[in-house]
């Protein structure tokens, strides 16, 4: 099994990025997947989770206005679209899934089974 993060960067105060999560080893027609992220000095928490089963979102209120989750099946792959940065976005982005259930409020909540490689994202004020 493996998640493999790319997308990170150096963004300005206000732009936009996109990750991306390809998954291996599992196919996502179950699983919650998701976004967690860690910021320096604070606890890692989960950004935006996904059911690949029935495509029910959870979002963090911190983000939610500006953060979107999506899959594309053919792909295997999730997405995070992240709008009007801000330089507390600033953090190791992770995608991480729970194989044996497919709630994203679950996973976002209490982790996954299985973490990616992080992702880095800089936001500049």
């Known amino acids: 099994v493996q998640l493999q993060a790319s997308g990170g960067g150096l963004v300005q105060a206000g732009g936009s990025l996109r990750l991306s999560c390809k998954a291996s080893?599992?196919?996502?027609?179950?699983?919650?997947i998701g976004w967690f992220r860690q910021a320096p000095g604070k606890e890692r928490e989960g950004v935006s989770c996904?059911?690949?089963?029935?495509?029910?979102?959870y979002t963090a209120d911190s983000v939610k206005d500006r953060f979107a989750i999506s899959r594309d099946a053919s792909a295997n792959s999730v997405y995070l679209e992240m709008n009007n940065l801000r330089p507390d976005d600033t953090a190791i982005y992770y995608c991480?899934?729970?194989?044996?259930?497919?709630?994203?409020?679950?996973?976002?909540?209490?982790?996954?089974?299985?973490w990616g490689r992080g992702t880095l994202v800089t936001v500049s004020s």
């Open positions: 996904l059911s690949s089963w029935n495509d029910i979102t």
């Open positions: 080893g599992f196919t996502l027609n179950f699983p919650a």
């Open positions: 991480a899934a729970h194989l044996s259930h497919s709630s994203s409020y679950a996973l976002c909540h209490d982790g996954p089974t299985e």
